[in-house]
């Protein structure tokens, strides 16, 4: 659980489905660490228990959101065009092997506390290209945890779930809201100011602003001043 939108719905989601979450953070050195206080804020009015993991991404670098000398493109920063999903082009706020180290952590704890399943809130029709949220990823993951766990030789693999992999942001938004998630409460941007507000002009608060007005809904986001 980021602290994101997307995240936080498939929180609402497990548990509307009668599961018993343990909601799982990573402190990694991402810029916009301001995810972790709305990841809190989420799991304690879901009343989950609250599992934070501390890695350290920055000693690798190659992301804009985890190497300050890297800048995390804006919308007026090249030529304001929409976000499309799926471009050519992977963008340098990619952290790479980002999804394959979250889930191998989320696998462990699974196996640990006897958990059977593992939700991540990817989404590959509205995301900004990034390669470890198309279903080939989550299909070769879960190939994956059947030959590297204990529970998975056994033949009771976790299951890993991405309930809104086909879903466009504005349908996520609309689920959500339906399910009770209190949006304004989650963080999204890549580049938030020292009071948590959004920029706007990133690709993530392009893509959320744009599901919340092709989903008819109010946008509760806090954004910084134009």
């Given amino acids: 659980m980021s602290g994101g939108l997307d995240s936080a719905t498939c929180l609402a989601i497990a548990q509307d489905e009668g599961l018993v979450p343990i909601a799982l953070s990573f402190d990694y050195g991402q810029r916009h660490d301001v995810e972790l206080d709305a990841a809190r804020r989420l799991a304690e009015r879901a009343e989950v228990e609250h599992v934070v993991c501390r890695i350290d991404l920055r000693a690798f670098g190659g992301s804009a959101l985890t190497d300050d000398d890297l800048v995390v ?11 499309e999903a799926g471009g050519d082009e992977i963008p340098i706020t990619y952290v790479p092997a980002r999804n394959t180290i979250f889930l191998s952590f989320a696998l462990a704890l699974a196996e ?19 390669p470890d949220c198309r279903p080939e990823f989550i299909e070769a993951f879960q190939a994956m945890a059947r030959l590297a766990t204990k529970v998975g030789v056994e033949g009771t693999a976790v299951e890993i779930r991405a309930p809104l992999i086909d879903l466009s942001k504005a349908e996520i938004v609309a689920l959500g809201t339906r399910l009770g998630v209190d949006y304004a409460s989650t963080v999204s941007c890549y580049d938030p100011d020292e009071q948590g507000r959004a920029c706007r002009r990133c690709d993530a608060c392009r893509l959320r602003a744009r599901g919340f007005t092709d989903a008819g809904i109010a946008d509760p986001t806090a954004y910084a001043p134009a």
């Fill in 73 to 83: 493109p804006k919308a007026d920063d090249t030529d304001d065009r929409p976000v």
């Fill in 112 to 130: 640990v506390r006897g958990a059977t399943q593992i939700f991540i809130g990817v989404n590959a029709v509205d995301y900004s290209g990034y």
